[in-house]
């Protein structure tokens, strides 16, 4: 069975840019959760969705949303981006929202 | 406001001792933990896990140790090997489901 991907694996952009990343779960799960890792924070919790709605949010500005699809594939966008938001973004899918996550290798995302 | 904290950034052992990892969390409300191994350019994958009704879980070369008064958890690599090599996160699972996650700690086993 695939494992969680995430694309692209790397992403450079400028100050100010918006940016999609994309997340296709292990088939068969519902629930995917979006994480943000940076040295010394760990990972940050960013939302978590299942069948299409948003269950969860961490506390990350409005600039940082997402979407799930039907086929359960999320997508997660951040808009206006500022030099912080350099990171590696993480999704991690699971069978039903609170069950064991699998995490996909990440996108790591450059604002310059 | 850190609620799952490792406070130790990096950690080093000879190979064939004892490695131990720390955390400590400040929500008692807290009753599922885990532990994630990260190699570079790879995901977290789930290592091992406890309930607060256990103060103990073994698997393997693995052991997890669960003090609920003092709100804090230990991770045992008994013997280590330099495949362990990674970074070793704990997280807090919530009532909701949401993982809360400490900041992680860099092991690194020498042989």
């Known amino acids: 069975k695939a494992g969680v991907t995430q694309t692209p694996r790397y992403l450079i952009k400028t100050r100010g840019q918006q940016v999609t990343l994309s997340c296709s779960p292990i088939?068969?799960?519902?629930?995917v959760s979006w994480y943000q890792q940076t040295p010394g924070q760990g990972l940050q919790f960013l939302f978590e969705?299942?069948?299409?709605?948003?269950?969860n949010k961490g506390n990350f500005p409005g600039r940082f949303s997402g979407r799930q699809f039907s086929n359960s594939r999320s997508e997660m966008n951040v808009s206006t981006l500022e030099l912080g938001d350099s990171a590696l973004y993480l999704c991690?899918?699971?069978?039903?929202?609170?069950?064991?996550?699998?995490f996909g290798p990440g996108t790591r995302l450059t604002v310059t | 406001d850190q609620q799952v904290k490792q406070n130790s950034p990096s950690l080093s052992v000879q190979e064939g001792r004892i490695s131990i990892l720390n955390c400590d969390y400040t929500?008692?409300?807290?009753?599922?933990f885990l532990w994630y191994k990260k190699y570079p350019a790879e995901g977290p994958t789930f290592l091992i896990s406890i309930s607060s009704i256990k103060d103990k879980n073994e698997d393997g070369r693995f052991t997890v140790f669960l003090n609920k008064s003092a709100k804090h958890l230990s991770l045992h690599i008994v013997p280590s090997q330099p495949g362990d090599s990674a970074v070793y996160f704990c997280?807090?699972?919530?009532?909701?489901?949401?993982?809360?996650f400490g900041q992680g700690t860099t092991l690194q086993v020498k042989p």
């Open positions: 088939s068969g799960h519902r629930s």
């Open positions: 997280a807090a699972q919530t009532d909701t489901g949401k993982l809360i």
């Open positions: 929500n008692s409300m807290f009753d599922y």
């Open positions: 969705y299942f069948s299409e709605t948003q269950r």
């Open positions: 991690a899918s699971s069978l039903i929202a609170g069950s064991e996550q699998y």
